[in-house]
């Protein structure tokens, strides 16, 4: 029988999420129920078991997460490992963003987007989890929002060059390279679920500099990578 895979980013916040609104919960419990079909209907690259996600494993990640909360008065089950303890650390005190997460995954869940299926590379570095991870990454690939700052960039400087490194495609591949730029959202998709993209949100950069800044836990900043290369 296949060996489940573990728990990945997205399940784990989907996870902490019904914990720190309903604490450790039974099997049989609809809330956890629920969540149990829902983790199911996330694709895996791995084969996955017939237990996959069962409420009993439902049930057993939410102990997880009561073993390491030190506002539990109980006994959770002290296997909590090691993706627990980091999602504890980086949202157990941040209610509203670990919500407002699992709000957006639980939509992506439900869109049948071959996209999404897609393994991305430099994805073990995505600090949202990999279905926001894509999203995030298919966004900055298209839209029309990215065209504009190009338009912008053109009209203001006359020529489209890496906002970190100041490298110019048109340069250095001649005809080839003219107009072509990649863009990337300073702000992860996770800090944008209640916001409006603008303009000034989006920097101009390089493919090298793109993958920089989604390299990281947290993401560096456009300004952090520009200090980097500066040697500051």
Known sequence: MARNPAWGRDELILGLDLYLSHGQLAPHDPNVVELSER???????????????????????????????????????PHAGEGDRMVWAAFSDRREEVAAL????????????????????????AMEGRLLYRTHVRRERSGRLAERKREECLRKTGRLSCEVC???????????????????????????????????????????????????????????LVDILRGA
């Open 102 to 125: 699992a709000r957006s995954i639980r939509s992506l869940i439900e869109i049948k987007d071959p996209v999404l299926d897609t393994p991305e590379d430099g994805e073990d570095w």
């Open 166 to 224: 100041g490298f110019d495609f048109s340069l250095a591949y001649r005809e080839l390279g003219v107009g072509f730029i990649e863009c990337h959202h300073n702000v992860p998709l996770s800090s944008q679920l209640e916001r409006r993209t603008t303009l000034a949100d989006l920097t101009l950069v390089c493919a090298n500099c793109h993958r920089m800044l989604h390299r990281g836990r947290p993401w560096p900043t456009v300004q952090v």
């Open 39 to 77: 983790l199911r209907l996330i694709p895996h690259d791995a084969a996955v078991g017939a237990d996959f996600r069962s409420p009993n494993s439902v049930a057993l990640k939410l102990a997880n997460f009561a073993s390491i909360d030190p506002s539990y008065d109980g006994r959770g089950l």
